[in-house]
């Protein structure tokens, strides 16, 4: 396998996923069928309020938010980065990274290619296996300048998955929806720059920042939700 390259901002870029791709809803399972109705209907200011610029700024990337199904249930695949890295060290996040020119046209199949690919080189997952069912609103990451695409896929047929390379990634898990729902995994992080944001702690791990806000939006809107304590805070240092 080809090993992609890591860039200052904490993404990734490598070889392309080659042949075709596509979404499709055909034989999902019917807890999905929330998820499939956000994708069709959420705003980009329902998922967050740092937006794409409208100069077009901003490099193209994707991640790749991926359901299974495991012994309690419904789970999401979530990586963990190592920590020696520059950036993001020790962060959970999605598989994903920037688009290369070979994944084709931002607009149309290219972060659709981009999310399976790095999953692929990331976790070593097999693609085949992945049925690609919906996209959300492209949202942006300031610090870094990257425009976001969520690619949503269902793990149809389940697939062996680990660090690729340990020197990037420290461990691939996956995490139940049960978990992520329930209330006393749930908590609010404090930066020192006052910006808070929604966290959860499972798996050993505090999952924040972005991947953190797509899995509560995906939460809320789903109708997945339950009621938690917002001011159960957990502070975050300068280095976050």
């Known amino acids: 396998m080809t090993r992609a390259?890591?860039?200052?901002?904490?993404?990734?870029?490598?070889?392309?996923?080659?042949?075709?791709?596509?979404?499709?809803?055909?034989g999902l399972p019917e807890w999905l069928e929330p998820v499939v109705r956000v994708a069709e209907t959420v705003q980009p200011v329902q998922l967050s309020r740092f937006l794409p610029p409208e100069n077009g700024a901003g490099r193209q990337s994707a991640v790749l938010v991926l359901f299974g199904e495991g012994e309690r249930g419904p789970e999401l695949l979530l990586m963990?980065?190592?920590?020696?890295?520059r950036s993001h060290a020790g962060q959970p996040s999605f598989p994903?990274?920037?688009?290369?020119p070979e994944d084709g046209d931002p607009?149309?199949?290219?972060?659709?290619?981009?999310?399976l690919r790095e999953a692929e080189e990331e976790t070593g997952l097999d693609p085949?296996?992945?049925?690609?069912?919906?996209?959300?609103?492209?949202?942006?990451?300031?610090?870094?300048g990257f425009v976001v695409t969520p690619v949503l896929g269902w793990w149809r047929e389940p697939s062996p998955v680990d660090a690729v390379d340990p020197a990037e990634t420290a461990r691939v898990f996956t995490v139940p929806v049960a978990d992520l729902t329930h209330p006393g995994n749930r908590?609010?992080?404090v930066h020192p720059s006052g910006h808070r944001g929604p966290a959860f702690l499972v798996e050993s791990a505090l999952v924040w920042g972005f991947t953190a806000g797509i899995i509560d939006r995906?939460?809320?809107?789903?109708?997945?939700?339950?009621?938690?304590?917002?001011?159960?805070?957990?502070?975050?240092d300068w280095r976050s």
């Open 5 to 26: 390259s890591e860039t200052a901002d904490g993404l990734r870029t490598g070889r392309p996923q080659s042949g075709p791709v596509a979404l499709s809803t055909q």
């Open 80 to 85: 963990e980065r190592a920590s020696s890295l």
């Open 96 to 100: 994903g990274g920037a688009l290369d």
């Open 107 to 115: 607009q149309g199949e290219g972060p659709l290619r981009a999310a």
């Open 128 to 144: 085949a296996g992945v049925q690609l069912f919906g996209v959300l609103p492209r949202l942006y990451i300031p610090v870094s």
């Open 187 to 189: 908590a609010t992080t």
């Open 218 to 236: 995906l939460l809320h809107y789903a109708g997945w939700e339950t009621p938690w304590d917002r001011d159960k805070q957990v502070p975050l």
